[in-house]
T-cell receptor, first 116, second 110 residues
Framework: GAVVSQHPSRVICKSGTSVKIECRSL??????MFWYRQFPKKSLMLMAT?????????EQGVEKDKFLINHASLTLSTLTVTSAHPEDSSFYIC????????????FGSGTRLTVV | GIQVEQSPPDLILQEGANSTLRCNFS?????LQWFHQNPWGQLINLFY???GTKQNGRLSATTVATERYSLLYISSSQTTDSGVYFC????????????FGKGTLLTVNP
């Protein structure tokens, strides 16, 4: 079955530093990857959609300069949280689709980011 | 945008009991999926079901697209079924972006 690997699973960083989260599709080519943010006991909120080789499309209210998304290959997308602040602390989850979401999505295991 | 409402928000069961979770959505959809998020955060795709009925072991789901709702049935619940169940939909013309409901937190006690 389709497997998506997300790293790191947990990261603690200091305010003002940047953190990179990787999302890899291990056994399929992901034409589209999605990045979500989840607050405690809340639902998933879509941050951005990225198609391989093109710029990410950000949802309204998401700062593209703070949350940098790169989808350079069909198996790798990265989310970089730049100049992190405590309010950026959250659970970040990626998902990948081989058919632009037509049939289904496979989710990574998530990254718990804590900014201190 | 489309609204997705799930009920109940919380559900506590004894092991062996059956349950029904509901998902209502406010507009036509071209994709509906049910997910289970375990206590460690991992999301597992349970069903891709924009219409019709599917079964997988103790779980089954039915979507009535014309009436804009979907039901997830869990039979003979086990403690490992605990977690949050999310319904997510995408609309025509949305490039298959998923909108998630707020989820149902299921706790199955031994």
């Amino acid at each position: 079955g389709a497997v998506v690997s997300q790293h790191p699973s947990r990261v603690i960083c200091k305010s003002g530093t940047s953190v990179k989260i990787e999302c890899r599709s291990l056994d399929f080519q992901a034409t589209t990857m999605f990045w979500y943010r989840q607050f405690p006991k809340k639902s998933l909120m879509l941050m951005a959609t990225s198609n391989e080789g093109s710029k990410a499309t950000y949802e309204q209210g998401v700062e593209k300069d703070k949350f940098l998304i790169n989808h350079a290959s069909l198996t790798l997308s990265t989310l970089t949280v730049t100049s992190a602040h405590p309010e950026d602390s959250s659970f970040y989850i990626c998902s990948a689709s081989r058919d632009r979401g037509l049939v289904g999505y496979t989710f990574g295991s998530g990254t718990r980011l804590t900014v201190v | 945008g489309i609204q997705v409402e799930q009920s109940p928000p919380d559900l506590i069961l004894q092991e062996g009991a059956n349950s029904t979770l509901r998902c209502n959505f406010s507009d036509s959809v071209n994709n509906l999926q049910w997910f289970h998020q375990n206590p460690w955060g991992q999301l597992i795709n349970l069903f891709y079901i924009p219409s019709g009925t599917k079964q997988n072991g103790r779980l089954s789901a039915t979507t009535v697209a014309t009436e804009r709702y979907s039901l997830l049935y869990i039979s003979s619940s086990q403690t490992t079924d605990s977690g949050v169940y999310f319904c997510a939909v995408s609309q025509f013309g949305s490039n298959y972006k998923l909108t998630f409901g707020k989820g149902t937190l299921l706790t199955v006690n031994p």
